[in-house]
């Protein structure tokens, strides 16, 4: 059985805390996802899922063509992903590109890479576990906000899209459009079994 190492950022050991000062200019929710924008292929990115749910760092494929990039930077993909409720998606294959995420303030850019596959979603990308822990980042649903260390040992708070999250939810409801969580066994062959919610396809 092939191991996968992922590469990890070298990350200053900075306290990433949520205080009641995040809560804000939170908007009360009914457990809305954390949503927000970054940087990528030189361009900003809306609907960003922050999944904590998901095993691979995601970029569909409408994402990818609007983004003007060329099949052929693809690298192929060995294995199989599948979607929360156990159906297989078509992975294109693979692209590490330079990703930024930032506050207004400071900014952090680290190399994700993105397994670039065809199935419908709200979102534009999934960001997963792998990028996550890349550059050492902690979202809070309650909070609605992700924080990360900033390279000189900042805190970088990103937050989320409040407007675009619901918006990304109501259009999941309408279309059956929301792969809410990728990954690489099917939940079946795990032997477990998951409610279908709203959000899934």
Known sequence: MAVEVHEVDQTPDVDLVFTKADLQDVIPHDNDPVVILLVTAGRRVHRVLVDQGSSVDVMFWSTFSKLQLSPYQLRPYIGCLYGFAGDQVEVHG??????????????????????????????????????????????????????????????????SDQKEAKRCYENSLKTKRGVFAVTTQSPREEGVTRVEIAWEK
């Not at 199935?119 to 809070?140: M, V």
């Open 94 to 159: 693979h692209i590490k590109l330079r990703t930024t995420f930032t506050d207004g303030i400071t900014s952090r850019t680290a190399n994700i890479r993105y397994l670039v596959v065809n199935a419908p979603s709200a979102y534009n990308i999934l960001l997963g576990r792998p990028g996550l822990n890349r550059i050492g980042a902690i979202a809070s649903t309650t909070h609605m906000k992700m924080k990360l260390p900033s390279l000189d040992g900042t805190v970088i708070t990103v937050k």
